[in-house]
């Protein structure tokens, strides 16, 4: 397959698009095939005409309570973008349906990278989020041809979670952004290093009692001393927020497995 892109443009290759999306890397079925499952189980699968309106919910909504919260978060980060130029390069990694992306592409004139190693859901933003604007890539950002400092922002959005090694992700994601590039980390559990094991613990509950046990296997706990050791190592251009419902224990319990 060829994947070769422009790399001083990221200008993608239209022979590697299917069904819109631009596949960069070879698909895995395994680790989509359980995630699909799990946010089927969890009623995380959304129709279109729910999704083109995300993050504000419909009443019928089964999670209307956690997409207020997150509404919240995407309102704090639209204003924040709203405050710096034009046409910014945006990586959105781990975009699942591209939610985030789609939504700040209707008010803000950027360009968006949606990044996701979920096929169906990455189709899905495609159809509902039908802009020149955003481009939705199927790629495993460490073995794809993506431009080295290229981006201008890098949000890792309910996502940082599922990546094995969180320190590796970061080092790779500054390889592609600019000098001055930022990366936001958003809406992803960060645990005190006295919390992680239970936490664990809870996942693996969690997904046993959903029916998919081998989902803890994806799931990897971060610590608040991830982010500390990254910025006392210098990256100074890592912004960290804390879901809103992190601040106390009985509401984190609800969000982090
Ligand atoms: C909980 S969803 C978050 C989706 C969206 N960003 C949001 O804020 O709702 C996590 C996403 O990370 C994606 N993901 C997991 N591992 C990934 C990887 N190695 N590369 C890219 N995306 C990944 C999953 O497929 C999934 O769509």
Same mark, same amino acid.
């Given at each position: 397959?060829?994947?070769?892109?422009?790399?001083?443009d990221?200008e993608l290759?239209?022979?590697?698009?299917?069904?819109d999306?631009?596949?960069?890397?070879?698909?895995?079925?395994? %680790?989509e095939?359980?995630?699909?499952?799990v946010?089927?189980?969890?009623?995380r699968i959304y129709?279109d005409?729910?999704?083109?309106?995300?993050p504000?919910?419909s009443?019928?909504?089964p999670?209307?309570?956690?997409w207020n919260?997150?509404?919240?978060?995407y309102?704090?980060?639209?204003?924040?973008l709203?405050?710096?130029k034009?046409?910014?390069?945006?990586?959105?990694l781990?975009?699942?349906?591209?939610? %985030?992306?789609?939504?700040?592409? #209707?008010?803000?004139?950027?360009n968006?990278?949606?990044?996701?190693?979920?096929l169906?859901?990455?189709?899905?933003g495609?159809r509902?989020?039908?802009?020149e604007?955003?481009?939705?890539?199927?790629?495993?950002?460490f073995?794809?041809?993506?431009?080295?400092a290229?981006?201008d922002?890098?949000?890792?959005?309910?996502?940082?979670?599922y990546?094995?090694?969180? #320190?590796?992700?970061?080092?790779?994601i500054?390889?592609?952004?600019?000098?001055?590039g930022e990366?936001?980390i958003i809406d992803?559990?960060f645990?005190?290093?006295?919390e992680?094991?239970?936490?664990?613990k809870?996942?693996?509950?969690?997904?046993?009692s959903?029916g998919?046990?081998?989902?803890?296997?994806?799931?990897?706990?971060?610590?608040?001393w991830?982010i500390?050791?990254l910025?006392?190592?210098g990256y100074?251009n890592?912004? %960290?927020?804390?879901?809103?419902?992190?601040?106390?224990?009985?509401?984190?319990?609800r969000w982090?497995?």
């Amino acid at each position: 397959m060829d994947t070769k892109i422009k790399m001083d443009d990221f200008e993608l290759n239209p022979e590697v698009l299917r069904d819109d999306v631009y596949i960069l890397t070879e698909i895995n079925n395994e %680790f989509e095939s359980i995630y699909l499952n799990v946010r089927a189980k969890e009623k995380r699968i959304y129709t279109d005409n729910e999704l083109i309106n995300l993050p504000f919910p419909s009443n019928n909504n089964p999670h209307k309570k956690e997409w207020n919260i997150r509404a919240k978060s995407y309102n704090r980060f639209k204003e924040y973008l709203r405050q710096k130029k034009d046409n910014l390069s945006i990586l959105d990694l781990g975009c699942g349906n591209g939610w %985030f992306s789609g939504q700040l592409s #209707k008010s803000l004139n950027h360009n968006f990278y949606c990044v996701d190693v979920n096929l169906a859901e990455l189709k899905q933003g495609r159809r509902v989020f039908n802009s020149e604007q955003i481009k939705f890539i199927y790629a495993d950002i460490f073995t794809s041809d993506i431009p080295k400092a290229f981006f201008d922002v890098v949000i890792i959005n309910a996502a940082a979670q599922y990546f094995t090694d969180f #320190k590796k992700l970061i080092n790779h994601i500054f390889t592609l952004s600019k000098t001055n590039g930022e990366i936001h980390i958003i809406d992803s559990p960060f645990y005190l290093e006295t919390e992680v094991n239970d936490a664990k613990k809870r996942t693996e509950k969690y997904y046993q009692s959903l029916g998919f046990p081998e989902m803890a296997n994806n799931y990897f706990h971060r610590s608040i001393w991830d982010i500390k050791l990254l910025k006392q190592s210098g990256y100074n251009n890592l912004r %960290f927020y804390k879901r809103p419902e992190q601040r106390t224990p009985e509401r984190r319990n609800r969000w982090c497995k």
